[in-house]
């Protein structure tokens, strides 16, 4: 393990999160200007083994394969590609049924294309088959007039987004990303993970059921009524919250997002298999510039919509395909952005400051976006500079 001293306040705070059992194996990861200044791991890789979390151990992340998705198609769109601006249908003509023809790739993007759900349940045998279950979703109408609001598309954001990309490449995300970021940085980081890797990723518990609202922390500063709405959202099975997340269903294999068809399927919106520092790597690359232009990023972090969430309630906020600092992604710099996971994993990049920032775990939990234990981390980084 690796910590400058002038980070010791992040170590203090990791360790004694492992000591005190709120966490059962994690990793975290800084780049400062570029520098390898943290990179802890620890604990419990398994605890049905007792394996331990060792430095290459790679876990699970979620949502936090959104922000990588979103670059792929932005590194298109930077060859010409593929028009952020433009309509879905030009590339995926079959998208423009049901008056979807209007709908465009930055509507894909920022969750305003009223797709949340994947209407009719996807059957296990589907799960690594993307393009049937994109075909599932141009089949659909929207929810709501598409650009008119957004609603986190927890799912079908990867489907929507990886079908535009497979129409422009012939490729699926998980390749793009094999050859063109992972591979070429050296990240420990795969869209779709190999059996090697498999066999070395952490096995997350899942945490408990939640019983008061969807996400750990930033809800508490929510008003009442939004906290009951989400309550009874995070309560109701055929609610849009649970329904967004829900299909298609990880659970109906056992262990869920343990299971090897999971990790191999390479879901473009939660699939990412990575380490603390392969993630924490992909935003060092990409702040650098070296994934994207600089002007690129500038604007793909503008806020694109701001404010609540139909799917989600509390307030979220998003440029092209990156969270911006809300409610439900509470940083304390404006100029931070990135994508947490359910469960608790955090990727960020904040320009401003050079800091690039990786957390995953295996102790899952009750949260869509982040959880207190990541979020200690981060401000300890930020206290520390």
């Known amino acids: 393990m690796h910590c400058d001293p002038r980070f010791s306040r992040v170590r203090e705070v990791f360790e004694r999160q492992l000591a005190e059992g709120a966490e059962l194996g994690a990793a975290f990861a800084v780049h400062l200007d570029g520098e390898l200044v943290v990179d802890l791991w620890g604990g419990v890789a398994d605890r049905h083994t007792g394996r331990p979390w060792e430095h290459d151990t790679p876990a699970f992340a979620y949502s936090c394969t959104k922000a990588i998705t979103a670059t792929v198609l932005l590194q ?144 508490e500063t929510a008003v009442p009524t939004v906290i009951a709405e989400m309550a009874e959202a995070a309560l109701d099975p055929h609610s849009l919250m649970n329904r967004a997340l829900g299909n298609p269903g990880m659970h109906q294999l056992k262990g869920g997002a343990n299971h090897p068809v999971i990790l191999r399927a390479g879901w473009p919106a939660a699939g990412v298999v990575t380490t603390a520092r392969g993630l924490a790597g992909f935003y060092r690359s990409l702040i650098a510039g070296d994934l994207l232009r600089p002007e690129t990023l500038r604007d793909a972090v503008r806020p694109r919509v701001d404010g609540p969430d139909r799917v989600l309630f509390l307030d979220t906020s998003f440029g092209l395909g990156y969270m911006r600092p809300s409610m439900t992604f509470p940083m304390p710099s404006e100029t931070a952005f990135g994508h947490s996971g359910l469960g608790g994993s955090l990727g960020i990049g904040d320009p401003e400051r050079g800091l690039a920032i990786g957390y995953v775990m295996n102790k899952m939990a009750n949260a869509v976006s982040g959880n207190l234990r990541g979020l200690r981390l981060v401000q300890a980084v930020y206290d520390s500079l």
């Not at 049924?97 to 790739?105: E, H, L, M, Q």
């Not at 075909?135 to 929207?142: D, H, S, T, V, W």
């Open 76 to 219: 298109l769109a930077e060859r010409g590609l593929v028009d952020v601006r433009g309509a879905v249908a030009d590339v995926w003509p079959e998208f423009a049924a049901r008056g979807k023809g209007a709908i465009t790739v930055e509507h894909l993007l920022t969750h305003q294309s009223g797709l949340p759900v994947v209407e009719e349940p996807v059957p296990v045998e589907e799960f690594g088959d993307l393009a049937a279950i994109a075909a599932r979703l141009a089949g659909q109408a929207p929810l709501w007039e598409p650009g008119s609001a957004h609603g986190y598309h927890a799912l079908s954001y990867g489907f929507l987004v990886g079908e535009v990309i497979r129409r422009v490449t012939g490729k699926s995300v998980g390749e793009l990303v094999s050859a063109e970021i992972a591979g070429p940085l050296g990240l420990e980081l795969w869209v779709g993970a190999p059996d090697p890797v498999i066999a070395r990723t952490a096995r997350l518990k899942a945490g408990e059921r939640p019983q008061t609202a969807a996400t750990e922390g930033p809800a």
